[in-house]
């Protein structure tokens, strides 16, 4: 007999599917979209939809192992879970008699399952008083600034997109990194609406749009001030929702006079027209709806960019329409009960917090020193910024280093103990989108491979290894799972675990026609959309948005930009999802090897010819790369796709060898794309 197991995509991506998992003795033979869930439709994307040469991959990990070789070299000799388990309480033990906050875990979203993802293993370090991890590397610019301007990552329902007349695709890839969202505005198309893509890079969905607007990277604050100077020159602001439900707009209102259209064009690199156009158009067509990404805030002033970018909507009332407003994330919509999940009452002390993003720096620099380090979820030697520095760090043989992975990536080359983890297809979770509003369960579809086990439950085993006998050490996952949806927030009602299981996913207790903010009712603490943030203020920061320039450009540091004249980005492979399912075959052939789409005019200059292998460097670092000659590119400007193992790159370095671990105005996140490098023929 055929079984059909309910499952949800657990990966860093918006789109959250529901899949649909066919088994049969055991075995999975099939993994589809569940046609009935709205965002999923039916089809998954390219990588997910080849989950099962993920899964039953003969590159899997299926057995403990620890190290045999050096530091670095990938050798290792497999070992019993007890032998692993005892081994890690041991060193945890010893270290933690010293000072706990030596140990440092580092985990991100390899996972975005609740259980998998941060449950158990809280609870562990909380327990054990290790440091505390900021986990910056992707969004908390973004979600910072949404927080400090409209309240939470609350936004427009992509199921409303189709019902939008203009749609403002910014700094995004719908097709590579959003591609359930397509449908609706492929629909929104179809009955007269306009699409108009705003980056530095003409992508593939950006090639579908009807317009481009090309900026400088990190200038789309300026931008924002530039549309918003327009708006209010012409009187097409909607005055009685600035009333109503804004606070700080005259204030606003100076910093927006600054930016006028032609000051604007010479910051972005774009024509005065483009600025007015776009600003007559988009305070004019109802409704308004703004796609924005998480790639414009990777630059010093990221947060800035996003938080002003936010403020748009409440300038022109589009949050008024259904299928109005912006859409960063729907995660703040998700108020699940962490603090049962997590247990922060566990924390021991008072222990410092490690921002992820600094992980070279932590390895190398901090006091205490870092003894032991357990990565999870994440492959930090291939996507952490720095990377010179980090594998420095990976390198020292006085550094305890356990890594749980599917795979043997370039991080668990570093590794003292590797461990076998489980894919979705092994284990139960819980997991909150934050591309829609439809809450997903997991249920495991097959037995774990070889000796595989789920994250939460390996810190179930060393929790009882180091004696620490606390009642919530040994809830099981489906506990932890009733945990989380255990709240009286009102759009949590009635969903329960026995629901979920049937149904295998269920929407939020809202209107399916969703405007969030249509009346106001924002959750920030005025109540009102907050051009002006006195929680800004109060913690030393500029309580109006601003523009803050790239760190690294001509504009605010021409001695480097003369050194290294190209602004390097390295937004996501379409085959790729950060460093997942980088290392299969068939992912492998899409993707062919690592390009640099450079400007023809920046490559005539330095020599080189399309197809050349060239060196890419600055002061941290280098590596190597095929140059691709493109237009997709304008001259300064040049793209390498990511984020390819290092062990799969030419000379066995990516494109993190120059990226730096400066952090953003808000959020304290990555600034990946805040990179100045030259470029060279080999």
Known sequence: MTQIIHAACPHDCPDTCA????????????VSGDPNHPPTRGFLCT?????????YSPDRLLYPMKRVGKKGEGKFTRISWDEALQTIAERFTEIASDNPQSILPYSYAGTMGIVNGASMDRRFFHRLGASLLARTICSSAGGDAMRHTVGATIGTDSQNFHRAKLIVLWGTNTLTSNIHLWPEIKEAIDHGAKVI????????TLDRVHQLIQLRPGTDAAFAFGVMNVILSAGLEDQDYLEKYTLGFNQLRNRIAEFSPSRVAEICGITENEIVDFAREYATTKPAAIRVNYGLQRHAGGGNAVRAIACLPALIGSWRDVGGGVLLSTSGMFNLNLAAVERPDLIRGTPRTINMSCLGDALTQAVPPVRAIYVYNTNPAAVAPDQSKVIEGFLREDLFTVVHEHFQT??????????PATTQLEHRDLVKPYGHYYLMYNEPAIAPIGEAKPNWQVFQLLAERMGFDDECFKDTDEDIIRQAISTDYAPLAGITLERLKEEGWVRLNIAEEFAPFAEGGFTTPSGKCEFYSEALAN????????????RESKESAPELAARFPIQLLSPPARSFLNSSFANLPSFLKDEKKPFLDINEADAKVRGIEDGELVRVFNDRGEFQITARLSDRVKSGVAVALSIWWNKLSPGR??????????LTDIGAGATFYDNLVQIEKL
């Not at 899949?19 to 099939?30: C, F, N, Q, S, W």
């Not at 893509?197 to 593939?204: L, M, S, T």
């Not at 370039?410 to 461990?419: G, N, P, S, V």
């Open 19 to 30: 899949m649909l998992i066919e088994v049969e003795d055991g075995r999975a033979t099939k």
């Open 47 to 55: 990588k997910v939809n080849r989950y099962l040469e993920r899964t």
């Open 197 to 204: 893509g705003i980056d530095p890079y003409r992508n593939e």
């Open 410 to 419: 370039d991080t668990a080359d570093y590794a003292d103990i590797l461990l």
């Open 539 to 550: 913690l030393g920061q500029d309580p109006l948005p601003q523009y803050v320039a790239p």
């Open 653 to 662: 370095r990516n494109v993190n060898q120059t990226s730096s671990q400066a």
